[in-house]
Structure formats: C-alpha cells, structure tokens
C-alpha cells in the first residue's frame, strides 16, 4: 500500500539517477509561482526512502515540482508526495525513464545511457526491457547499438557540460 505524507523540502534530494541534468530557470520559476499560489503541489511527487537514513527520501518521478519547490527556500510549503518503499534501483529507474517519457525533452545520450544502465544492471535483454517500459523495441535496439560503440569516457566528454549538482 502506498502512503501519502506531506514532506518538507530538505527532507527530499534529487535522485542520484534522474535522467534529468538541466533545470531550465525559466521553467523551475514558472513552477515555484505555481506552488506559491497554491500552496504546495497538486500532484504528489513519488518518493522512496533514502536507503540506510532516517527521514530522507529521494524523489523518483517530480524532480523538476522538487526544483521549483527549493527555488523558494525557507517559503516552501511540504510538498505532497506518495512513498514507495521496497523499490529495487532498477524498478526506480525503470519508473524515472516511463514517467519522462513525455515531460520533457531529455538529451539522447543521457536517455541511452539510462536505458543501458538498465540493461547492464539487469542483464534483460531489450524485449524484456520493452516490454517492462512500454517503450518501443525498435528505440531500445538504437539505443542498445549506440551504447555498444561508447565508451565511458566517449559518453562522459558528451555530457561534460551539464551541471552535475543542483543549486536548488
């Protein structure tokens, strides 16, 4: 059973594996306005608990309402979030990856990567990953043969440029 509580913004940090790396300005002003006229958010953020520490959760799928909620500070309402305990690495990746799916658009390394990730994790071949995102074979055989041919540092120069921590 899934529990809903309202948590306070520094009980919450960014999953270590978000997909997403840029949080456009523009778009985390636009939704801390939206969660100060409101007073909080209206879709609850899903969350699973930090592993091996008390009170901290890290946020599977609403990192950018989680951006736009620190752009606040010390006005920032506890957010509404659902907790997921019990989520292997792989199920929290494999709901990061469905979840953006239409959110936004992600860079296609960073998306390829996640998938292999998965992959490398799991040792599932690309049908049973398919068939756990609902994502297309046919994307997965791509994204499959590009992260064949890349090396870790290949991919690492590629994304050298996204800022790697938040300043939310």
Known sequence: ??????????????HPDNIRRDYPEKDVAK?????????????ALLVTPVP??????????GN?????????GDNAPPLKCEVRSGLSPVQQHIIMLT????HFNKNAIDEALAYK????????????????TGITKRLFTTVSYCCNWMSPS????????YPKTREW
């Open 1 to 14: 059973m899934n529990e809903y509580l309202y948590l306070p913004v520094d009980c919450l940090d960014f």
């Open 31 to 43: 939704i801390a306005d939206s969660i100060r006229a409101r007073g909080g958010v209206e879709q």
């Open 52 to 61: 091996h520490t008390a009170d901290r959760y890290y946020v599977v799928d």
């Open 64 to 72: 950018m309402r989680l951006a736009g909620a620190r752009r606040l």
């Open 99 to 102: 979840t953006t799916t239409f």
């Open 117 to 132: 990730k998965i992959l490398d994790e799991t040792g599932w071949s690309v049908r049973k990953l398919s068939k756990q």
């Open 154 to 161: 290949d991919s690492s120069s590629l994304t050298e440029n």
